[in-house]
């Protein structure tokens, strides 16, 4: 069975940094698209960044120029990130994966971890 843990979530003052981090765990072939959204409280989910098994990578709007995306795909890794934070980043961030197992692909998703950005 397929498990993404993330890591790394926590309350930061309006420009400061935080670093999101999601491993997967279990028995699968390999690991397509990996990547991060959010949600905010009264809000849709919504994309913040993915990224390729071929390292290409597609941000929000909201968030160019500030977050940054990687992956690490011996550790089965991605990480997400954030400098220069806003209050209006405050959201649960979820980790997101594309991954293969035996004859089946499928989209699975973390547990959450919360992003609050506040003085």
């Known amino acids: 069975q397929v498990q993404l843990v993330e890591s790394g979530g926590g309350l930061v003052q309006p420009g400061g940094s935080l670093r999101l981090s999601c491993v997967a765990s279990?028995?699968?072939?390999?690991?397509?698209?990996m990547g991060w959204y959010r949600q905010a409280p009264g809000k849709q989910r919504e994309l913040v960044a993915i990224?390729?098994?071929?390292?290409?990578?597609n941000f929000a709007d909201s968030v160019k120029g500030r977050f940054t995306i990687s992956r690490d795909n011996a550790k089965n890794l991605v990480n997400l990130q954030m400098d220069n934070l806003k209050p209006e980043d405050t959201a649960l961030y979820y980790c997101?994966?594309?991954?293969?197992?035996?004859?089946?692909?499928?989209?699975?998703w973390g547990q959450g971890t919360q992003v609050t950005v506040s003085t």
């Open positions: 279990g028995s699968f072939v390999s690991i397509n698209t």
């Open positions: 990224i390729s098994s071929g390292g290409s990578t």
């Open positions: 997101y994966m594309v991954i293969y197992t035996l004859g089946y692909q499928g989209n699975y």
